[in-house]
């Protein structure tokens, strides 16, 4: 999954433009116990498990847990700008017989 996120953390402050890796889902998925695939969906403490991710790879001083970054910023917005994974990731090869 690739989603392209803008979180602002307080209002009136710059936002911030991310997108999940590979490297974030499945932190996401240990971390939460969560699969992509489980159907459940996906929600707000989702986007910001992985907001919280990615800006702690950027800078670590940011809290330890999503759970307490978002405690810190209560009014945060995280939108979704985009779902950039591919639909078709594997590519048919071609075969002896084609």
């Known amino acids: 999954m690739k989603i392209k996120m803008k979180v602002t953390v307080t209002p009136g402050s710059e936002p911030v433009e991310v997108a999940t890796n590979l490297?974030?889902?499945a932190e996401w998925e240990r971390t939460e116990r969560r699969k992509?695939?489980?159907?459940?969906?996906?929600?707000?403490?989702?986007?910001?498990?992985?907001?919280?991710?990615?800006?702690?790879l950027i800078n670590p001083s940011m809290p330890a847990t999503w759970r307490e970054w978002l405690?810190?910023?209560?009014?945060?917005n995280i939108e979704v700008l985009g779902d950039e994974t591919d639909p078709n990731p594997t590519h048919a090869a071609p075969t002896a017989a084609s």
């Open 23 to 25: 490297f974030v889902i």
């Open 36 to 56: 992509v695939t489980d159907g459940i969906g996906i929600g707000l403490s989702d986007m910001v498990c992985w907001a919280h991710t990615i800006l702690k």
């Open 71 to 76: 405690e810190k910023n209560p009014d945060m």
